[in-house]
C-alpha cells in the first residue's frame, strides 16, 4: 500500500535549475547595486573560485581516493592560459572571449592534467602526493622563467576583469552539476569501485589506467577553469599565488569538508574563505586556526565534516512527501 | 574429448627481484573443475593474477579460447570470459549488494544486467534477502556468496576462486562447495586456488600441486587425494 512516492528525474532537474536561477537572478541583484560593500562583493566571488576548486580537488581526492597536492600547478595553468588569451583577444566580443578562454583554460589545464597523471598514478599514496608536489613547484618556477610569456616574478598585469558573479557563479553551477552527473553516470561508478576497492574494481573489468587519468583530468579541468576565473577576478597574476600553500588550502577545503561529499566541499570552502576576512583582526592567526580546526575535525570526525553525505532538495522533498510512511527498506536505497 | 580452453605454458612470475612463479604449465578443459593446491606462498594466487592480467609473466605463453593474454589488459581479459573472484572477499563495502552485482556486470551490455542478476539471486537467496544492505555489513559467508555473483554478473566461460573458503565456518564452506560444483554442472569451468586441500581436491576433476612455484605433482582429484605425499603435506594423515 504505502507506495514511496518519487519525484521523476526531469522534475528534478527542474527544481535544480529553478534554484540556480534563482539564486544567479537574486546574486547578481545583490552584487550589482551598492547595497553591498567592495568587500564583500570581492569575497562572495572569491568564494566561488574556491568552491570550484575544492569540488574539482575533490574528484581525485574524494572520488577516486588519491592525494594529489599540486592542483595550484593546475589553477596556475588555467589562469596564465585565460589571462594571455583575454590579453590577446580584446577586440572580440566580450561574451565570446570569455567563454572561449574559460574552456581554453580548461583544456589546457586537462591536458597537464594527463600528462602528469600517467606516470604519477602508477604510484600510490605517499609517492602520488610527492610528484604532484614537485609538479606544482615546477609549474611555478616555469612561469617565473618564462617571464617573457608570463611577465615572471613581477607578474601578468592588466587582465581584462571579466569575472562578474554571472561569470563565475554559472561556472559554479555547471561544476557542480557536471560533476554530479559524471559520478552518477558508468564511468563515476567505475572511479568510485576504484577508490572503494582497487583489487576488485580490476577483476570486475574496469580500466584502472584509463579511469585514474580521466578523473585526474577532469580534476584538472576545473581546477583551470576556477584559475581561469582567479585571473578574470585579480586582473593580475603573480606565480606566488600558485605556491605550495594554496595547494594545500584547497585540500584543507576537502578534507574539512569531508572526502567525496560535494556539500561538504561547497560548505568548507565558503567557511573558510570568508573566516580571514570575518576574523579581520586576528588574520595573524589564521594559519592557527586552520590548524585548530582541521585537528578538531580529524579528532572527532575523522570522515570530515559531511563524511560522504550529499544534498539534494527534490531528495528532501522526497522524504517529506512520505513523511507519513515509515523509513522502510526503500529509503535505505537513496 | 573437451577443448582445452586455457592453457599456460612455462610461465614465470617475478616480484622484483623475487622469483615467485617457475616453469608453471598447466591445462583446463572445457567444464572441469581443476584445483591448484598448496601451502601459504606456493604461488597460487600470483598464477590467478597472471591469468588474469594483474601481473606479467616474462616468459611463456598463457592462451584462453584461442587468444593470447601474455599482453591482453585485465579489463579485456575479463571481457573474453574470464572472471577472477580475488582472495579475501573483496567486495565494494561501501556500495549495496545490487550496486556490487551491477559493477561485476561492467563489461556487460545493460539490457541483461536485470536477469543476470536474478539469476545470481535464485542461486544465492541471502543475497536477495539483502539487495539493498551495505556490502561491508554481510556476513563473511555472505561476502564471499556476493563475491562469487559478482564474478557470475560478468557471463563467464572460466570462472577463477582464490579461496573462497578462507575463514568461514565448516558449514559454510561446504555450501560454497556446493555452490561451485552446481555452477559447473551448469556449463561454468572452473579454475579453484585452495589451502583446504581435501575439500578442493573432493570436487575436482583435476588438480596441480604448487611447492614454492614450481607445479610438483598433477592428477585426477582422486589420485592427488590417495597419494601419500599429498596426505602427509596437506591432509594430516
Redesign the interface.
Known sequence: MNEYKRISPSKRFLINIVLVIIFIVVGTLLTGGDSLSRASRALILQIGIYVILAVSLNIATGYLGQLPLGHAGFMAVGAYSAALFWKATLNMPTPVSIVLGLIIAGLIAAVFGIIIGIPALRLKGDYLAIITLGFGEIIRIAIINLSGITGGTPGLLNVPKYSSFLVVFLCVAATIAAIHFIMHS?HG??I??IR??E??????????TYYKVLAFAMSAFFAGIAGALYAGFQGSLFPKSFDFMASINILVMVVLGGMGSMLGSVIAATVLTALPLVLQALAAYRMVIYSILLIIVMIFKPSGLLG?YDFSLPGLIEKWMNRKNKPG?EV??E | MADTILKVEGINVYYGNIHAIKDVSFEVKEGEIVTLIGANGAGKSTVLKTI?G?LRSKTGSIEFMGSSLMRM???????NGI????EGR???????VE?NL???A??QPRSGIRDDMEQVFSRFERLRERR?QIAGTLSGGEQQML?MG??LM?RPKLMMLDEPSMGLAPILVDQIFEIIKELNDNGTTILLVEQNAQMALSIADRGYVLETGYITMSGTGEELASSDDIRKAYLGA
Open positions: 558508468r561508478r567505475a568510485l569501485s572503494e576497492n583489487i576488485a574494481a580490476d577483476s570486475c573489468g574496469v580500466n584502472l560522504r527498506k535505505a536505497n | 588474469s594483474m589488459a585485465p579489463n579485456n581479459i575479463v571481457k572472471a577472477h573472484v580475488p573483496r567486495v565494494f563495502a561501501h556500495l549495496t550496486e551491477e559493477m561485476g561492467y563489461t539493498r563475491a559478482r564474478g560478468s
